[in-house]
């Protein structure tokens, strides 16, 4: 379902940013329409937090279920205040919000660190501009006049960049299967790199010296600015719900760095 209005937000508790999505109480649940497919084209042809936040409107709500949505729906005006106990949101942060933001195809290998991706340009950093100029919840004024009939919906933002990225390599992979790529090489084809993590190997509970990783830079568990304390306190299915359920799966077998 279309979304007409949605926000930016940094939660102030996990130091990542979130989408405020402002829906209608009856919308709420209701079962998707069929996906349009020039918003799916939108997601998939992101390369900016700005058209990303943007497809992510126009698709509608990543979760339906009444159980999932249920910690995080908020009346409007509650979550500005934070009255209600969950999210403390805080402005939106122009360095973090680019770091939190790798866009497959474009994220460069890292041949410094070995084992994963850096950022590069097309990150956008005046598109990000704009969208926080445009769309920071903390700057929305007074929402209380949607409370009766509009509730707002707090998203990880990390989903979003996630959803999209593992769509794409998907379709990578797909492609590369179906022109007649070699098995052996196909992960390799499609720009998943061997790596050996030796500094964070306890960390990630790597049973081998290398392994694959996955062509998406950002790991919202494993932060590289936060120390281990914190991540112990991190709620990955609050935070991160899709990403969490496709790290903690038995049959992802590559290394999500």
């Not at 910690?71 to 999210?87: N, V």
């Not at 959803?163 to 794409?168: D, G, I, Q």
């Not at 991190?234 to 038995?250: E, K, M, R, V």
Request: hydrophobic share 40%; net charge negative.
């Amino acid at each position: 379902m279309h979304t007409d209005q949605i926000y930016i937000a940094r939660d102030g508790k996990s130091g990542m940013h979130v989408l405020v999505r402002i829906l209608a109480v009856d919308d709420i649940g209701v079962d998707y329409p069929p996906i349009d497919p020039d918003n799916f084209n939108k997601l998939m042809m992101a390369r900016d937090v700005k058209s990303l936040v943007l497809a992510a409107r126009d698709l509608g709500p990543m979760y339906i279920s009444a159980d999932i949505l249920s910690r995080r729906t908020f009346i409007p005006s509650h979550l500005q205040q934070d009255i209600e106990c969950g999210f403390n949101l805080i402005p939106p942060n122009l360095e973090s919000l680019l770091s939190e933001c790798y866009f497959d195809p474009y994220a460069i290998p890292d041949e410094i660190a070995g084992m994963g991706y850096r950022a590069i340009g097309r990150t956008g950093k005046k598109a990000t501009r704009e969208l926080i100029n445009e769309l920071d919840f903390t700057k929305a004024g007074d929402l209380s006049y949607l409370d009766s009939q509009f509730r707002a919906i707090v998203e990880p933002l990390h989903d979003w960049v996630f959803a999209r990225n593992l769509l794409s390599i998907l379709m990578r992979i797909g492609g590369l299967y179906r022109s007649g790529a070699d098995p052996d090489t196909i992960l390799e084809a499609a720009r998943f790199r061997q790596v050996n993590p030796m500094v964070l190997k306890k960390r990630f509970d790597i049973d081998t010296d290398t392994c694959y990783a996955i062509p998406i830079a950002f790991n919202p568990i494993y932060r590289m600015e936060n120390l281990a304390d914190k991540d112990i306190s991190f709620d990955a299915l609050q935070f991160c719900p899709l990403y969490d359920s496709l790290n903690c799966s038995d049959t992802c077998r590559f290394s999500l760095i």
